[in-house]
């Protein structure tokens, strides 16, 4: 069993930045594929960023590709979704997630969850 605990959202203005931190428990998650996803109100919960067990392979969804970073420290079992250039867009609760296969470049089928951490961008 894997724990997933995200911290790091919060309120901030359009334009500026946030970075979640996932922290892992329970056992090593290094061989794991890990991924954000976020949650828009009424919504279903939508794929963000995934990273592969060494940091080799990134993968993004379009909407925030070149300005969300996802990395990941397995020596420390944390997992990290740095956030620049922020819009109301991207209000969401989001998650981090260990777990489950590439479907393409889409993380599909984690078999762990975070609780979730509230961003709130104002615009």
């Known amino acids: 069993q894997v724990q997933l605990v995200e911290s790091g959202g919060g309120l901030v203005q359009a334009g500026g930045s946030l970075k979640l931190s996932c922290a892992g428990s329970g056992r090593s998650f290094s061989g794991y594929l890990l991924g954000w996803f976020r949650q828009f109100p009424g919504k279903e919960r939508e794929f963000v960023a995934a990273i592969s067990g060494g940091s080799t392979r990134l993968y993004y969804t379009d909407s925030v590709k070149g300005r969300f970073t996802i990395s990941r420290d397995n020596a420390k079992n944390m997992v990290y979704l740095q956030m620049n250039s922020l819009n109301p867009e991207d209000t969401a609760v989001y998650f981090c997630?260990?777990?489950?296969?590439?479907?393409?470049?889409?993380?599909?089928?984690?078999?762990?969850w975070g609780q979730g951490t509230q961003v709130t961008v104002s615009s």
């Open positions: 997630a260990a777990g489950g296969y590439l479907s393409g470049s889409t993380l599909k089928d984690c078999n762990y």
